[in-house]
C-alpha cells in the first residue's frame, strides 16, 4: 500500500512500480524476454500518464486583455477503461516463458489492471554446472490490485498576455521527493485568439482560438532487491516529452462562458530498467547484469473537450471533460490580475 500511495502522490511517475520488482524478476528468463514483457506491461499507463499531463491547457477561448496575469491551480482525472488493463500475452512470443498450466496465451494484468487469480509462469534459465533449470514465478499485478480505477494529474499553471489575443503559458509541478519516489514536470504553451485579428472582434459573440503547448515529465523510483536478483542502485527511471495542439471555440460574455476544443496529441516516453541485477538461483550460479534495458512508447491520438468558465471579478472557476483514449475531468481554480 505504501507503494502506491507514493505513486498517486507523485502524480503516477510510474504507475507501474508497485510491481516492478515482479518484472525484475524475469530478468532470470533473459533480458529480451524481461523487456518484450514490460513493454506491454507499461504501454496503457505510459498511454495515460500521457493523456492526463495534457489537460487544462486551456479554460476559455477568449484572450484575456493584454497585461492580463492568470495563476490556475488545475486538479484532473482519467478513468481507465477496462481495456487498457489487461493484454494478450502469447507464450510463443518468449524465448525461456511458458504458461504454468500449458497455456498457449492468456489475459494477463498490466500496470493498470489486476491478476486475479494470480497468473504463474514457468521460466527456463541455464545453469553452467547443471544445465538447463526451472523456477516459477507469479507474473507481476498493476494498481488494479488496490482498487485504484484513476489516473491523478494536478498543476500549477500560470499565463500572461504580452498582446492582444495572445496568451503565454507555463506549468509544472513542484519537484517532489520522497524516500523513493522523485518527480519533476514542466511545459510551455502558447494560445492565440485568431477572432482578435479580425476588425469586428468585440461584437462577435464567439471566439476561436489555436493552442500549441509542450510538456515534459522525467520521474525515478528507487525499489528493494526483488526475490531472486540481487544487486545495488537498482531503479526505474521515465522521460516522457508530448506535444499538444488544440482548436478552440467558445462564448465570449462576460460572466459565465462555454468553450469546446478538438486536440492531437504526439509524443513519446522512455522507460529505463538501472542498475546492477545478479541473477542467481541462489547456489550457485550468479550472472550481473548492468543496466538490463530501455522500453520506449510511441503516443498519439485525438481529443475532444467541453466545458465551461465562470469568472468573478478576479476570480475564476473552470471544469471540462475530455473524450480521448483516457476519459478525463478536470477542474481549474482561477486568479487574474
Known sequence: MKKIVITIVACLVIVSVRAQENVNDLLAAGVSDAQRFTQDYMAPASEGLAYGINNGWFNNAKSPKRFNFQLSVIGNVGFINDDKKSFQMNAADYENIRFEDGSGSKMVATAL?????????????DDPLFGSQETE???PTGIGSEGVNLIPTGFLQASFSPFKGTQLIGRFIPKIETEDAKLGLYGIGLQQEFTSWLPADKVLPIAVSGL????????????????????????????????????IVGTKLKIINFYAGLG????SSTTDLLGTYRVTDGFLFSEEINDPFSVKHDISGIRGTLGANLKVGFFGLNADYTIAEFDSATLGINFSF
Do not use: K
Open 137 to 139: 514465478l507469479v507474473l
Open 212 to 247: 500549441v503547448a509542450y510538456t515534459h515529465l522525467d520521474g525515478s523510483y528507487d525499489f528493494t532487491d526483488a526475490e531472486f536478483v540481487d544487486g545495488e542502485n537498482q531503479r526505474v527511471e521515465t522521460d516522457m516529452n508530448t506535444v499538444l495542439l488544440q482548436l
Open 264 to 267: 492531437y496529441i504526439t509524443g
Open 113 to 125: 489492471g489486476n491478476n486475479d487469480p494470480d497468473v504463474r509462469v514457468i521460466i527456463t534459465y
